[in-house]
T-cell receptor
């Protein structure tokens, strides 16, 4: 039973445009959400997070939106840069502090 | 501050053998979690240790075990290796108790079972 779903395995975006990565979840008890970026041969690195009591969090070029009624969150990257090409993982924390990851979306930034 | 370190980085084992992987968290971090990453499956949670106690456990068979030492360093052990255990094993540490749940990952140990 996959509680955190990233339905797009890959996404290609032109450099300078907006990248939107989506994530759906099924467990309404998740109270904290995170996005990680992963380059090949490296561990994931934390990007941005959002508490379930908020609907938006912004950090530089990265903004995460949370729609609790739809059990959906998205990561917006604007403007997209070549170094943003990586695999992005959505993750959610339950009340027991267990972190559940999605399968990831590979983002390709096109020149 | 030094990051999370994992040893070894690469490992080749034969079916039926056992393996021990090591993780040193960021100094001051008391929580250490282990994940298995395989193509198409994302990161699957194995277990989390906090203050030498297993606090959370994922849905993996008992062949997968771990422990944490008083200095927060952690090891995970896989016994009776199967071909399907070939994966990237990632360790992550976090400063639990601060209200922040961000985890800091090591580079991983690439395990190949032949």
């Amino acid at each position: 039973d996959q509680q955190v779903k990233q339905n797009s395995p890959s996404l290609s975006v032109q450099e300078g445009r907006i990248s939107i990565l989506n994530c759906d979840y099924t467990n309404s008890m998740f109270d904290y959400f995170l996005w990680y970026k992963k380059y090949p041969a490296e561990g994931p690195t934390f990007l941005i997070s959002i508490s379930s009591i908020k609907d938006k969090n912004e950090d530089g070029r990265f903004t995460v939106f949370l729609n609790k009624s739809a059990k959906h969150l998205s990561l917006h990257i604007v403007p997209s840069q070549p170094g943003d090409s990586a695999v992005y993982f959505c993750a959610a924390k339950n009340r027991d502090d267990k972190i559940i990851f999605g399968k990831g979306t590979r983002l390709h930034i096109l020149p | 501050k030094a990051g999370v370190t994992q040893t070894p980085r690469y490992l080749i084992k034969t079916r039926g053998q056992q393996v021990t992987l090591s993780c040193s968290p960021i100094s001051g971090h008391r929580s250490v979690s282990w994940y298995q990453q395989t193509p198409g499956q994302g990161l699957q949670f194995l277990f989390e240790y906090f203050s030498e106690t297993q606090r959370n456990k994922g849905n993996f068979p008992g062949r997968f075990s771990g422990r944490q030492f008083s200095n927060s360093r952690s090891e995970m052990n896989v016994s009776t290796l199967e071909l399907g255990d070939s994966a990237l094993y990632l360790c992550a540490s976090s400063p639990t108790g601060t209200g922040f749940y961000e985890q800091y990952f090591g580079p991983g140990t690439r395990l190949t079972v032949t």
